[in-house]
């Protein structure tokens, strides 16, 4: 029989490294946390091989003292926790004490540190992982901390076997300084890569300089269509920045969020970053952001996974009402016109499809609801006025038709720029299918399908937030078979279920009874909707999959009440339709996420024929 015992400490640091050293990457993540918990100002990291031959990261913070020097290498040695209610309310990225000795556990590590300000006081910790003894001596190093590591796996190459190219792996080097930059714009970057230089990134002192940096790391275009984020409620504020609809990526490769300055991943922000995209992004399409949530430290475990990727909240329902409801409203504000971009701004060698958004800096409108349309914009038309082949605009679009006839005068341009709508005025309607209009910036195009199927779906979305949701009995109540934890929940949120259409009662432990389910969809699989919703429930704290459900009912009644395409529009109808548009929210994309017009300025015009040159 096999006896219990206890584990050597050097088999034990090596477990725990491979809990926390997964790559170079990971040993350079734990490294500059450490840099900044010590208050550094300057990073610069020094990788060679992509990190597995060496990995260097120096910085000018507080250091360690030399009587520290070799206890930081120990397990469970740290100076950021001394108590549970410490470890309750983290403020700090590193705190596990597990990091120095994890890795020097399978490298050879050597850590020099000096907290005065002579650079001949410094004092250096050489440690290797065979056999963790820990010798300190006497090393000129100015103030702050430098930790080298060498032969990264040397003694376990099991781990060396999984490693990738050097060109995979410093990638992730490269990805893992981003993300540091990002959350720290106050901090200098500096990372050389075989003795090359990288990236280099100063510090940032004001707004402007903190958005070159977004723009230096994410990218000209990405900052350029951006929605600016800020609001705070309670104790919970959000600030950052999102990514137009039309800006979208075929991956999730360029999406940041960071909690009180610690990047995460979670489903739950996740799911309402997806929520708040649902019906203005293209299918297969993923949202681009970089967004930083700061809440009470108490109010957020991040004691959850040894690599601090994950977080915890004390109230996820809150968390995740309060990240939908502001990137929901922040991406409903869009107006074509807002502002536009400038080529002055940045350089990004690419003509903008749309406008570039600002929200103004100090929170987001509280308007609530939709902006009112009004319904009798237009007289009835002359006798005669219109063709047979105009569309007659139902109540779901526009109501009435116009009082002049297509080959009317169209407003001219007044030469100031407060008196030319943001999408100008319609001059010709392009194969029965888009309209071209003149703005102060140039070309405006209009897909017309598109643009008045988003108009018609929100003006039912507001009819129907208006009127509420109406419930419809089934005719023979069905009984479904649950878990214990979905009928707790069923009759725990069986208010808020009702308020959504949703009644339910209980059939015992394991069983609920479904009595009545939104009229409008009545005809639908009432079995599955319940059980998507209630898995909702219990992973997120709520659900969108009834509001979703009627979102696309409504999105496919607003696309076949739209106008066609090949149906000729005369120039006021064509007016009356980009006014529209810019009244209405989500204009800038149709209910299946395409784009629903482009800006072509006069730059842009030049440059295809080589005007200037």
């Known amino acids: 029989m096999v006896s219990i015992r ?11 490294a491979g809990e926390v050293v997964e790559r170079p990457a990971s040993v350079v993540k734990e490294a500059v946390e450490n840099s900044l918990d010590a208050g550094a100002k300057r990073v610069e990291v020094d990788v060679e091989a992509g990190g597995v031959r060496l990995l260097r990261v120096r910085d000018d913070g507080l250091g360690i003292a030399e009587s520290d020097l070799a206890l930081s290498l120990a397990r469970h040695a740290t100076s950021k926790i001394d108590s549970i209610e410490d470890l309750e309310a983290v403020a700090s990225l590193g705190f596990r004490g597990e990091a120095l000795a994890s890795i020097a556990s399978v490298s050879r590590l050597l850590l020099t540190a000096n907290q005065d300000e002579d650079s001949s006081l410094g004092h250096q910790a050489l440690c290797e992982g065979r056999e963790m003894a820990v010798t300190v001596r006497p090393a000129p190093h100015p103030r702050g901390t430098t930790l080298e590591v060498r032969d990264l796996f040397y003694n376990t190459p099991a781990r060396r076997k999984f490693l990738r190219t050097d060109k995979t792996e410093y990638g992730h080097v490269y990805e893992v300084i981003k993300r540091q930059a990002l959350s720290r714009p106050d901090v200098s970057f500096t990372l050389r890569h075989n003795g090359k230089q990288t990236l280099q990134l100063a510090a940032a002192e004001n707004e402007a300089q903190r958005a070159r940096r977004v723009a230096q790391i994410c990218g000209a275009e990405f900052a350029e269509h ?9 104790d919970l504020r959000l600030w950052g920045w999102v990514a137009e609809p039309t800006f979208s990526r075929s991956q999730a490769d360029l999406q940041y969020f960071f909690v009180n300055g610690r990047v995460i991943r979670d489903k739950l922000v996740s799911h309402a970053i997806r929520q708040a995209y649902r019906d203005v992004l293209f299918h297969g399409r993923h949202p681009a952001f970089v967004l930083f949530l700061e809440v009470d430290p108490a109010a957020v475990d991040v004691n959850v996974h040894p690599t601090k990727h994950e977080v915890r909240f004390r109230n996820s329902r809150a968390v995740h009402d309060f990240l939908f409801g502001t990137l929901s409203r922040a991406l409903a504000d869009v107006r074509p016109g807002q502002s536009v971009p400038t080529n002055e701004t940045f350089d990004s060698g690419q003509s903008p499809h749309q406008s570039s958004i600002g929200l103004p800096i100090g929170g987001l409108s509280s308007t609530e609801g939709f902006s009112e349309f009004n319904q009798n914009r237009f007289e009835a038309p002359p006798a005669g006025g219109t063709d047979s082949q105009s ?19 169209q407003p001219e341009f007044s030469g100031e720029p407060a008196d030319i709508p943001p999408l100008g005025f319609a001059i010709a309607q392009l194969h029965g299918v888009y309209i071209l209009a003149e703005n102060q910036h140039g070309l405006v195009v209009v897909d017309m399908h598109a643009a008045h199927e988003r108009i018609t779906y929100e003006r039912l979305k507001q009819a129907r937030d208006s009127n509420g949701i109406t419930r419809q009995p089934l005719l023979v109540p069905q009984t479904l078979a649950v878990s214990n934890r979905e009928a707790a929940i069923a009759m725990e949120q069986s208010d808020e279920l009702a308020a959504l259409g949703l009644l339910l009662d209980a059939s015992g432990e394991e069983s609920v009874i479904i009595r009545e389910v939104p009229a409008a969809l009545i005809n639908g699989d009432a079995e599955a909707l319940v059980r998507d919703v209630l898995s909702d429930l219990l992973m997120f704290g709520t659900s969108d999959r009834i509001s979703s459900s009627l979102d696309a009912l409504l999105s496919t009644m607003a696309c076949h009440g739209s106008v066609r395409a090949n149906r000729r529009l005369s120039l006021p109808e064509m007016n009356a339709l980009l006014r529209d548009m810019e009244e209405t929210e989500r204009s800038g994309q149709c209910n299946h996420g395409r784009p629903t017009w482009v800006q072509q300025g006069m730059v842009d015009l030049d440059r295809l024929f080589l005007r200037g040159r």
């Open 6 to 16: 206890i584990l050597e400490p050097r088999l034990a640091n090596q477990i725990a």
């Open 391 to 409: 569309p007659a605009f139902s109540a779901q679009g526009w109501r009435g038709n116009v009082s002049q006839p297509s080959s009317s005068p």
């Open 226 to 234: 951006t929605v600016p984020i800020q609001r705070e409620a309670g």
